[in-house]
């Protein structure tokens, strides 16, 4: 099992729809949670973190599940320049190792 | 404000010749991370300096990579000798608090 999972996609939305992603992680001791964002031939960059309580910014929702030791994503009234892979990133051993998942592909289309 | 700076940003090479990669993290970051990405593998750590000292390089995938970090604002990744299989992007990644801070990558093509 991958230390931190996701479905790779690609998920196809037309635009304006409500999607969500999930990522799962192996260590329950894991303290810190992030979604990066990486545009086809570019660099991740940082998205949002990933807080306790949840949180949103503008239409990006965040959220973590240390029960069932998932973090999701969800973006609402989704653009095409929302097109991306989205990475889950997890610092599994509570230090400076940050482990990122495969990625999660998003294609809206008109 | 100057972001990670890498060079070559894309190189074409003969399989068996050595290839070196360079880094300048962002100013002030104590922590710098070499990534490697492909198709099929995604983004794998390769090795992380912490002040300029090695503290993981578990990732690095045999002898013929190596990396250093001379000073706080340098470091390189070599590969020697080069194999075709080595073809990935290398992102190199600065670290301010919790967020890492990626350079543009360099792209590596062994032929």
């Known amino acids: 099992r991958k230390e931190v999972e996701q479905d790779p996609g690609p998920f196809n939305v037309p635009e304006g729809a409500t999607v969500a992603f999930n990522c799962t992680y192996s260590n329950s001791a894991s303290q810190s949670f992030f979604w990066y964002r990486q545009d086809c031939r570019k660099e991740p960059k940082l998205l949002m973190s990933v807080y306790s309580s949840g949180n949103e910014d503008g239409r990006f929702t965040a959220q973590l599940n240390r029960a069932s030791q998932y973090i999701s994503l969800l973006i609402r009234d989704s653009k095409l320049s929302d097109s991306a892979t989205y990475l889950c990133v997890v610092d599994l051993n509570a230090g400076n190792m940050l482990t990122f998942g495969g990625g999660t592909r998003l294609m809206v289309k008109p | 404000d100057a972001g990670v700076i890498q060079s070559p940003r894309h190189e074409v090479t003969e399989m068996g010749q050595e290839v070196t990669l360079r880094c300048k993290p962002i100013?002030?970051?104590?922590?710098l991370f070499w990534y490697r990405q492909t198709m099929m593998r995604g983004l794998e750590l390769l090795i992380y300096f912490n002040n300029n000292v090695p503290i993981d390089d578990s990732g690095m995938p045999e002898d013929r990579f190596s990396a250093k970090m001379p000073n706080a604002s340098f470091s390189t990744l070599k590969i020697q000798p080069s194999e075709p299989r080595d073809s990935a992007v290398y992102f190199c990644a600065s670290r301010a608090g919790n967020t890492i801070y990626f350079g543009e990558g360099s792209w590596l093509t062994v032929v």
């Open positions: 100013s002030g970051h104590n922590s």
